[in-house]
């Protein structure tokens, strides 16, 4: 099942250089993999379940932390744009693996440059986080 969710992930990362050209810029978002069926728009489903995020980044710790708990989420992927990049983070217990899309500025006009991928780097802290030193 974990190979899957990857697949999955790494499949719907691949949609943002599609969605930024669209409109040179990607609404923070938020899909949501449960691991039992739950109600969502009263509906019983197990499929993935999509979230727009708030503008303001000052609301998502609680947002995000409701969302994962009420889905019974087993995996996350957050998709945000940030000054430098486009990034899009998928994570679940067994670890993260993230995207960045560098911003490159060609005069007048914004492009995405490749994803850079990153592995157990960055995380979102709710499902894993990384191991801390000991002293």
Request: net charge negative; with cysteine; aromatic share 8%.
């Amino acid at each position: 099942m974990y190979r899957e969710l990857c697949k999955q992930a790494e499949d719907g990362q691949q949609s943002i250089p599609e969605l930024w050209s669209n409109n040179r810029r990607i609404r923070p978002h938020l899909l949501l993999w449960p691991s039992e069926a739950v109600k969502f728009r009263g509906q019983l489903t197990e499929d993935v379940l999509p979230f727009d995020m708030p503008g303001d980044r000052s609301e998502w710790p609680e947002l995000l932390l409701d969302r994962v708990l009420d889905s019974k989420a087993c995996a996350l992927l957050l998709v945000e744009q940030r000054e430098q990049a486009v990034v899009a983070i998928f994570e679940s217990p067994r670890g993260t693996t993230s995207w960045h899309y560098p911003i490159k500025d060609h005069g007048d006009l914004k492009i995405l440059g490749p994803p850079v991928k990153k592995t157990d780097v960055e995380s979102v802290g709710l499902l894993w986080r990384p191991k801390q030193a000991v002293s």
